[in-house]
């Protein structure tokens, strides 16, 4: 199983909005939509913010979002707050009880 | 409010073994399917294995597939994960996390992880 692939790096200003993508295979985010996302700030756990593709968990505001197309699923967060810059994983089931996560994505609020 | 608290952690040479343990309150422990991630330093996620609640299903990762050992004790509310044969590239922070439901594919509780070195 290999990574599902996201962009080392994404950027934006107070009030954008950013998207940020996890490209994978259709053994993993292709056969299932079990995509979620997992949000983690320097030194701490990561903290759930979508599953199930698209759901949020209670508590999560409505900026963040969550799609998939085919092999690809997004993230986008709008209305960008200081609090919002951290990393961002996507993982997927990949079938048989395992799963696997995208490399990360650090997102710098400008 | 459920709590997730890791330990065994240190450092150890290639080849030797430990066990690290997660201690689990807060919520109903026998109720969950648990997980073990990894953090090798500076990088990504990497999801270890798991253990249904009621211990009868195990699958791991390929990459500690005959090395580590999951298990749990639902009597004392902890999780386990048993280490053998480590290598450097198991280094990292080990984190425990619950599934959000009985069959839910997401993670929606993390401990705060416990670090792992080996290093000769």
């Known amino acids: 199983q290999s990574a599902p692939t996201q962009p080392r790096s994404v950027s934006g200003s107070p009030g954008q909005s950013v998207t940020i993508s996890c490209t994978g295979t259709?053994?993993?985010?292709?056969?299932?939509?079990?995509v979620s996302w997992y949000q983690q700030h320097p030194g701490k756990a990561p903290k759930l913010i979508i599953h199930?593709?698209?759901k949020r968990p209670s508590g999560v505001p409505d900026r963040f979002s969550g799609s998939k197309s085919g092999n690809t699923a997004s993230l986008t967060i709008s209305g960008l707050q200081a609090d919002d810059e951290a990393d961002y994983y996507c993982?997927?089931?990949?079938?048989?009880?395992?799963?696997?996560f995208g490399g990360g994505t650090k997102l710098t609020v400008l | 409010q459920e709590h997730l608290v890791e330990s065994g952690g240190g450092v150890v040479r290639p080849g030797r073994s430990l066990t690290l343990s997660c201690a689990a309150s807060?919520?109903?422990?026998?109720?969950?399917?648990m997980h073990w991630v990894r953090q090798a330093p500076g990088q990504g996620l990497e999801w270890v294995a798991v253990?249904?609640?009621?211990?009868?299903?195990?699958y791991y990762a390929d990459s500690v597939k005959g090395r580590f050992t999951i298990s749990r004790d639902n009597s004392k509310n902890t999780l386990n994960l048993q280490m053998n044969n480590l290598r450097a590239e198991d280094t990292g922070v080990y984190f425990c996390?619950?599934?959000?439901?009985?069959?839910?594919?997401?993670?929606?509780?993390w401990g705060q992880g416990t670090l792992v070195t080996v290093s000769s």
């Open positions: 996390a619950r599934e959000t439901l009985v069959g839910a594919r997401d993670f929606d509780s």
């Open positions: 807060g919520f109903t422990f026998g109720a969950y399917g």
């Open positions: 253990i249904s609640y009621d211990e009868s299903n195990k």
């Open positions: 259709s053994s993993d985010i292709g056969a299932y939509n079990y």
């Open positions: 199930d593709v698209s």
């Open positions: 993982c997927s089931y990949a079938g048989t009880y395992t799963w696997v």
